[in-house]
C-alpha cells in the first residue's frame, strides 16, 4: 500500500485553477521532491494532502485513510511542516513542542518533547521563546513539531528556505535520518536539493505533473537541470 495517493486532485480560488488534476502515489523509502515554479500549485497540492484544503474534486490518502472522510486517522499518520516557520512566537520550544504533543493525545508527551528536542538538536534553546530564535532554528522547531509523533509520512513545504548553508545541511540531515522509514515529500527551490536530498522528482507547472521520475533518470536529462526544469515548467 501506498503510504500517500492523490488521485485527480482539483481546487480553484474563485477563478483560479491552482491545482488541475493531479495524481501520484509515494511508498516507504521515498523521498519526493515537489519543485516547480511560483504559483505552480505545490502549496496547495500540499494542503489537500495534509487535510488543511478540501478538494473540489479528487481525494487525498495519507497511510490508507481519506483525510477527508478520515481526518483523526489520517492526521495519526502525518506529519506536516507548512511554509515558514512556526506562529505562537511567545511560547518556549519546550512550551510549544509540549502543546503540539498534548494536541495530538500522545502518550508521556515530555518525553516525546525530551527526544524531539534532542534529535532536532533544539535541547539547547529549549528555554527560549521562538520569536527570539534565528530563522534556522525556527524552521527546525516547525520542523520537529512534524516529527515528534514519528509519522509514517512527512510533508514539508520548504522546510530549508531562507537557511544558510550549515541550517540546510542540519535540516537534510535529519531528513536523510528518517527518510528510509517514511514517505516524505519536500518542496523546494533548490535544483541541488534534488541530488542531495531525494529519491525521487516531481515537477509541477500550472496546477498539472509535467515530470514524475527518479532520481537518477532526471539527472540522466543532462547536466544543466535549470535548463531542464525551464523546458519542463514552459
Ligand atoms: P506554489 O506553492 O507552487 O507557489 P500555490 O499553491 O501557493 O503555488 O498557488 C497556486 C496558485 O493559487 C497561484 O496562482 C496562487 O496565486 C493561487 N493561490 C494560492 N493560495 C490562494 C488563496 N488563498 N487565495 C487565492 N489564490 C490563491
Do not use: W
Amino acid at each position: 500500500m501506498a503510504l500517500i495517493e492523490a488521485q485527480n486532485l482539483r481546487k480553484s480560488y474563485g477563478s483560479i485553477q491552482a491545482v488541475r488534476g493531479i495524481s501520484f502515489q509515494v511508498d516507504r523509502g521515498e523521498v519526493v521532491g515537489f519543485l516547480g515554479p511560483n504559483g505552480a500549485g505545490k502549496s496547495t497540492t500540499m494542503k489537500l494532502l495534509t487535510g488543511h484544503l478540501l478538494p473540489d474534486s479528487g481525494s487525498a490518502k495519507v497511510g490508507g485513510f481519506d483525510v477527508t472522510e478520515s481526518p483523526v486517522a489520517a492526521k495519526a499518520h502525518l506529519g506536516y511542516s507548512p511554509e515558514g516557520a512556526p506562529a505562537y512566537g511567545e511560547m518556549t520550544v519546550r512550551e510549544f513542542l509540549q502543546f503540539a504533543a498534548e494536541l495530538r493525545g500522545l502518550p508521556k508527551p515530555s518525553v516525546k518533547v525530551q527526544n524531539t528536542l534532542s534529535l532536532c538538536r533544539l535541547t539547547e534553546v529549549a528555554q527560549q521563546t521562538i520569536e527570539t530564535l534565528s530563522k534556522g532554528y525556527r524552521m527546525r522547531v516547525g520542523f520537529a513539531q512534524a516529527v515528534i509523533h514519528d509519522p509514517e509520512v512527512l510533508i514539508l513545504d520548504e522546510p530549508t528556505d531562507g537557511l544558510d548553508p550549515n541550517q540546510k545541511f542540519e535540516v537534510r540531515r535529519l531528513l536523510k535520518e528518517m527518510a528510509a522509514r517514511k514517505a516524505v515529500i519536500v518542496s523546494t527551490h533548490i535544483l541541488e536539493e534534488i541530488e542531495e536530498l531525494c529519491t525521487r522528482v516531481i515537477i509541477i507547472a500550472q496546477g498539472e505533473v509535467r515530470c514524475d521520475e527518479s532520481k537518477e533518470k532526471f539527472l540522466q536529462r543532462g547536466s544543466d537541470l535549470n535548463q531542464i526544469f525551464r523546458q519542463l515548467t514552459a
